[in-house]
């Protein structure tokens, strides 16, 4: 193939930028580049050509980024290599465009730049830009790929703009997904989607659909307000980061960004934050054809769709907490929102990469003529108290902080500090979900800068009830240090006067080995036993001790009991003491004894005995417990039913609202999710094999060669199902136990409170009922199978209406 020696000057020149290219986008545009079989047969791909690709991706995917060129010439430059390439490249150069209208979302008005100046010079290549595009769109909505389409359709809207399709084609789109609405027997967040997808076009297009087509876009809106009037809100209490509106009132997204369109409708659709690089080619793009967009008609409402959950949007700032000099756009202004969006959207494209990631931050566009840094801390802590669920891992939002701060050390920090301040005055109507972040985030924080603080700004939680939040989020942030650090230089990081709130020093419990232990029954085996493992005994040897120890719930009148607790008592409290020394010490002495543990804890009840003598021993120790609970699961020694019941018995009342429980309540739920998800899988797999190998003798293919020892029998099938029968069963069975005893521990203390004449509304009972919540949001999706039985059996009329409408809250998230 003849090689386009115009490429290499203008590639050379247009890349010269000055910050490396996102490595997390590069990798996610690399998968996507695959070509057809037909594509792949029509020509020989050589090393050129492979190189020649290599550089329109690079050209493409950074166009827009700093350089010495202005952007208005980089994309006159690029359009014209591109021009010249077509011929040859067509196909690759319409799939990056494609690709980074979905992966590079930040720079959309750059790409429907670039797209404009292509249909201008070929109009074929702006046709098969849009039916791709169109394509793409279609199986997105298909896939539940409801972002990438989101995305989509708003990069359709601002062609429009360039003069690569017809206003009316567009707005012909818009009508069929506002449609959705009037669909009936559909859920609510299915509707919200569509509608939403549209209003967050609006801004890029609103303008444009004004000029030309008022009175259609009118008949939009209106049809629009009609269905925002209409919706339900019952599941807004449970997405809130805080139950108050003072200081800034907590509004639903659509309902806030139903309220930024009318303000940007009054201001005749005019913006002051979009960049819109093609007004620069205006002469260019005016003389162009036009492509009428496809009809995009909403696939049908499938039950198993899983439609983005509807979210509350995070406010801590307002333009009194900014400096002078910068203003910060209004809750309802259409400015906040693309702020926000772009910014959402830089996160969402570089997390894998945290230091791109706050260079990007920090080089947001218009940044002299806003408060950057209080727009940023207030966007990064949305996403870390989103509800249900943070959109990426926890640490991420620990780590991009610190980076900022790092980038901006005479700014950023200070910000920073007068957010957490504000964080910690709000405590007392902060969402337990929200405290519980807000600890692991701030405990992870304070371990990068020495644990230093200005505590006694913070005094009033020692002075309070240790149950208040303010009191809990201090000893809970104390606990996280613990684990990132030793007692005593905790102790020597915070003030003589919040040593109240300090942890005890971790330390193992070892009652045989205590004053007055001589009294204890199963003293003198405890002490054989502790000998017999020291001098390195089989597990065999250590049951042989432990079988002269008699069973204290031996009943002359009853049968044999199915388990000895002194047994277990004396056998896991000596093991647990002996590995005491480091979690590996502890990890060994499990894995020798596993025999012997499996052997003494076969009933639920034995599984309970040995929990609550693992709590004996490491109390003072969270994560420990923490820790050897995980393991007893993984290794099987204790079923998840059984950590549940624990967790809930009269033993652990104490503790009921320590994080750590809830660690291991969530952990424990986890677990027995995966094991469902990995039994479905290999049963699924099993069942692709042996219908393979059915088609293939239907089919009359030759077998030889073909391993028929890989291909499952149906016998087997069967019992693979039979397993994963038992593990749905399992399944269903610890979330009925969560939430029975949720429910008669809430009801018990309604009961009491109304019959001694007093405020229901403690403490205790905030954080209870927020945990149930929280089991409801955090697992959502795996409740959700469970719904109809759940409603059936446990949240019935009968049920406090307290208890109900966090039951009613959860159905709502997907109604």
């Not at 931050?361 to 950057?372: D, E, G, Q, R, V």
Request: charged letters at 25%.
């Amino acid at each position: 193939m003849k090689l386009n020696h115009m490429l290499v000057p203008k590639w050379t020149t247009l890349c010269r930028v000055d910050v490396k290219p996102h490595l997390s986008l590069s990798l996610a545009l690399n998968i996507h580049f695959v070509f057809t079989a037909s594509h792949r047969s029509k020509r020989r791909r050589t090393s050129d050509d492979v190189n020649i690709e290599d550089r329109l991706d690079s050209l493409i995917t950074r166009v827009g980024e700093k350089s010495t060129s202005s952007l208005e010439s980089n994309l006159e430059g690029l359009a014209s290599v591109l021009e010249a390439d077509l011929p040859n490249y067509k196909d690759k150069i319409v799939k990056i465009l494609c690709d980074c209208v979905v992966y590079l979302p930040e720079k959309i008005t750059v790409y429907t730049t670039l797209v404009g100046l292509l249909n201008a010079k070929n109009y074929n290549c702006g046709g098969e830009f849009s039916e791709l595009l169109v394509r793409n769109l279609k199986e997105a909505l298909k896939t539940g790929e409801f972002e990438s389409a989101r995305m989509i359709v708003r990069f359709v809207a601002d062609l429009v703009n360039c003069h690569v399709l017809v206003a009316s084609s567009v707005l012909q789109m818009f009508d069929n997904f506002v449609e959705v609405a009037l669909e009936d027997n559909i859920p609510q967040v299915r509707s919200d989607w569509y509608v939403n997808s549209v209003l967050s076009a609006l801004p890029w297009v609103g303008r444009e659909l004004f000029e030309k087509k008022e009175a259609e876009l009118n008949k939009l809106l209106q049809t629009i307000e009609n269905y925002i009037s209409k919706r339900h809100h019952i599941h807004v209490p449970s997405l809130r980061v805080w139950a108050s509106d003072d200081p800034h009132p907590q509004e639903e997204y659509l309902d806030c960004l139903w309220a930024q369109i009318k303000n940007l409708r009054n201001n005749k659709w005019v913006e002051k934050q979009i960049s819109r690089p093609y007004l620069a080619f205006d002469g260019v793009l005016c003389d162009a054809l036009q492509h009428t967009l496809p009809q995009i008609i909403p696939p049908s409402h499938n039950d198993e769709m899983k439609y983005p959950i509807p979210t509350v949007v995070f406010r801590i700032f307002d333009y009194t907490d900014v400096p002078e000099g910068t203003v910060l756009p209004g809750s309802h202004a259409i400015e906040r929102y693309l702020i926000e969006e772009q910014i959402n959207k830089i996160i969402d494209s570089n997390y894998l990469e945290r230091k791109e990631c706050a260079a990007a931050l920090l080089s947001f566009p218009t940044k002299n003529k806003l408060p950057l840094n209080y727009i940023i801390i207030e966007t990064v802590f949305g996403q870390l108290f989103r509800l249900p669920k943070a959109p990426h891992l926890e640490l991420f939002y620990g780590v991009i902080l610190l980076e900022v701060c790092k980038l901006q050390p005479s700014t950023m920090p200070q910000v920073l500090a007068q957010a957490t301040e504000m964080l910690f005055e709000r405590l007392d109507s902060m969402h337990t979900i929200c405290i519980e972040r807000f600890v692991t985030w701030f405990s992870y924080h304070l371990s990068m800068f020495q644990f230093r603080w200005s505590w006694d700004d913070w005094s009033i939680a020692v002075q309070q009830d240790p149950t208040s939040p303010k009191a809990r989020f201090v000893h809970e942030v104390l606990q996280k240090i613990l684990r990132l650090s030793y007692h005593q230089r905790v102790m020597e990081s915070v003030p003589e006067s919040f040593h109240c709130l300090l942890p005890i020093k971790p330390q193992p419990f070892y009652k045989y080995e205590q004053e007055g232990a001589g009294s204890l029954p199963g003293t003198m085996k405890a002490h054989a036993l502790m000998s017999a493992i020291k001098s390195r005994c089989t597990p065999e040897e250590a049951a042989a001790i432990l079988k002269e120890l008699p069973n204290p719930m031996t009943d002359d009148d009853s049968s044999e009991p199915v388990f000895n607790p002194l047994k277990i008592d004396v056998f896991v409290s000596t093991l647990l003491y002996l590995g005491s020394k480091s979690f590996s010490h502890s990890f060994a002495a499990l894995a020798k004894f596993h025999p012997l543990l499996k052997s003494l804890t076969e009933t639920e009840e034995a599984q309970i005995c040995l929990l609550r003598t693992l709590y004996e021993v490491w109390k003072s120790h969270q994560q420990m417990l923490v820790v050897l609970v995980d393991k007893l699961l993984r290794t099987q020694v204790v079923e998840c039913s059984a950590v549940a019941n624990w967790l809930f018995s009269d033993e652990m009342s104490q503790d009921f609202i320590s994080f750590y429980m809830w660690e291991i309540m969530h952990s424990t739920i986890k677990k027995m999710s995966k094991q469902v998800d990995k039994l479905q899988k290999d049963v699924d797999e099993a069942r692709d094999k042996l219908d393979a190998q059915r088609r293939r003798a239907a089919d009359g293919l030759d077998m030889d060669g073909y391993d028929d020892d890989d291909v499952p029998t149906p016998e087997i099938i069967d019992r693979m199902e039979d397993k994963l029968e038992t593990a749905l069963s399992q399944q269903k069975s610890l979330f009925l136990i969560i939430f029975q005893r949720f429910i008669i521990l809430l009801t018990e203390h309604l009961a009491r409170c109304e019959s001694d004449g007093i405020d229901y509304n403690t403490a205790w009972y905030k954080w209870v009922i927020e945990r149930l919540q929280q089991i409801f949001l955090q697992h959502h999706y795996l409740v959700y199978k469970y719904v109809s039985t759940l409603e059936e059996l446990l949240f019935t009329s009968n049920v406090d209406i307290h208890i109900l409408e966090i039951f009613q809250q959860f159905c709502s998230l997907r109604s």
